[in-house]
């Protein structure tokens, strides 16, 4: 037998990181057994659907490392109907499934509750197809139904409590149960592999597998995904796009590395792992069960060590797209004939040990391209204080003779200034920092100042000095 899975998200939004997780989840297991990858799309919201959604889908596995061409599909849902109609008939004709015309008020006016469910009364009327009439599925009245789960062992469900599902709407359109279950079994899908969230339809699937004559797939229901208050992620509330990520600046092999410890972690005190043993440890069986905390904090610690470890060239390489104005964030503050690829190559090494994300890159280098720098009006009013002004006219001076202009000579030359006005160093170079950078914070300053060149250094503490009293 040949292992298929697939992946079946909808297109209706923005990638989500608990989707990205299962199909990671997916495409390593699938790759284990030597099996297939299936993309499929269930598309049959018409109403929500958007082509662009779909291409965001391909593009979002692609950044992750499902590459388009690697797996079988896309296949769209909405191409199955005549599938989906099909084995309701079938249903229907073998007296799994019957005719309903209750409405959900005159099923509250029969139990006296809104929460009970439905109570079987058509099952006996023998109801024909027509206007207002849903197709229920005959749930079994007695037994249990074993769903045999590779993560969570083999949860138990009684069929007295599971009520007489619909499976059709009145138009003969299959509901997203009867759907899911009829494409799986025509793609030949031989393992499920979803989100524990999908557990509770997994009853009602099963007994769909087995009245329409065919072996279930085995099941693995993966733990939810939660904020730090152990809600699940929501798209209205939480960061959760893929997309977001990928263009905040995150690399794609810290967040699949990240992903995959989403209820899963190698043996010994391991984190950072490199993807082929990811690949190879990986197993079902060793997912835990309970709700995995998506910790933005620890993915941004994540990324930054995977910043850090790569070679400088690539570092340069991977920064291009924010530094060109290419990223689909906001674009960098200066014109493109101002960035300085030299300038920059020589300040790379130092942001690359600074900075989280690769968008962060822009405000660390943006004083290097620009005529002046963008004060931050904060850091000034903290750096330039009383004496502030006779500290920077001591500098400029110092800065305008000093034969040499290197990072040491720089150095050493603002730590005597700062000793002639009772300064150290730290104290000292707090104004000229902010002069020349527009920030408190940054890269090292003295190397910073070794790049800019003693000429625009000098224009910018000059320009400072004006601005003080």
């Not at 073998?94 to 006016?109: H, K, L, N, P, S």
């Not at 590779?150 to 499976?167: K, M, Q, S, W």
């Not at 941004?300 to 850090?308: D, K, L, S, V």
């Not at 690539?314 to 674009?331: E, K, S, V, Y």
Request: aromatic share 8%.
């Amino acid at each position: 037998m040949t292992v298929r899975v697939r992946f079946a998200p909808s297109p209706t939004g923005m990638f989500h990181v608990g989707g990205a997780r299962s199909a990671l989840q997916n495409w390593i297991f699938a790759k284990q057994q030597d099996g297939v990858f299936v993309l499929r799309i269930e598309d049959t919201d018409a109403a929500r659907n958007k082509p662009e959604w779909t291409e965001g889908i391909l593009a979002a596995l692609e950044w992750i490392g499902i590459a388009r061409g690697s797996y079988e599909g896309p296949y769209f849902q909405s191409s199955y109907a005549t599938e989906h109609r099909a084995a309701a008939s079938r249903l229907h004709e073998a007296g799994r499934a019957y005719y309903c015309d209750c409405t959900r008020e005159a099923v509250q006016a029969r139990t006296g509750s809104a929460h009970t469910g439905y109570d079987g009364f058509c099952r006996d009327r023998n109801l024909g197809p027509g206007a207002g009439r849903a197709l229920r599925f005959r749930t079994p009245d007695e037994g249990a139904t074993v769903v045999v789960d590779l993560i969570r062992g083999e949860p138990t469900f009684e069929n007295r409590l599971i009520e007489d599902f619909v499976i059709a709407r009145s138009d003969g359109s299959p509901v997203f149960l009867l759907a899911n279950v009829v494409d799986d079994m025509t793609m030949g899908i031989t393992h499920v592999v979803r989100a524990e969230e999908h557990l509770p339809n997994t009853p009602k699937q099963q007994l769909l597998w087995e009245a329409l004559g065919v072996k279930p797939p085995v099941w693995a229901h993966v733990p939810v995904v939660v904020n730090e208050k152990r809600q699940k992620l929501s798209k209205r509330r939480d960061k959760v796009a893929l997309e977001a990520y990928r263009d905040e600046g995150y690399l794609a092999d810290a967040m699949r590395n990240y992903l995959m410890l989403l209820g899963w972690a190698p043996a010994g005190d391991r984190e950072i792992v490199p993807w082929p043993a990811i690949e190879e440890e990986f197993r079902l069986e060793g997912v835990n069960p309970s709700s995995a905390f998506f910790d933005e904090k620890k993915l941004r610690a994540f990324n930054g060590e995977y910043i850090r470890a790569l070679p400088v060239a690539d570092f340069i390489a991977a920064c291009q797209p924010w530094l060109t104005g290419t990223a689909t964030i906001a674009p960098p503050p200066w014109q493109p004939d101002e960035f300085d690829a030299e300038a920059f190559a020589a300040v790379a090494p130092l942001a690359q040990t600074r900075i989280a994300v690769l968008s962060e890159i822009v405000p660390n280098v943006d004083f290097l391209f620009l005529d002046s720098p963008l004060i931050d009006e904060g850091a000034w009013a903290k750096a330039m204080k009383e004496g502030a002004g006779d500290l920077l006219d001591a500098v400029i001076a110092a800065f305008t003779a000093v034969p040499s202009w290197d990072a040491d000579s720089t150095k050493s030359t603002l730590e005597a200034v700062g000793a002639e006005h009772g300064l150290k160093l730290g104290k000292a170079q707090a104004p000229v920092r902010v002069a020349v950078t527009g920030r408190r914070v940054g890269l090292p300053l003295f190397e910073s100042l070794e790049v800019l060149g003693r000429e625009r250094t000098l224009a910018r503490l000059q320009a400072a000095r004006l601005r003080l009293p």
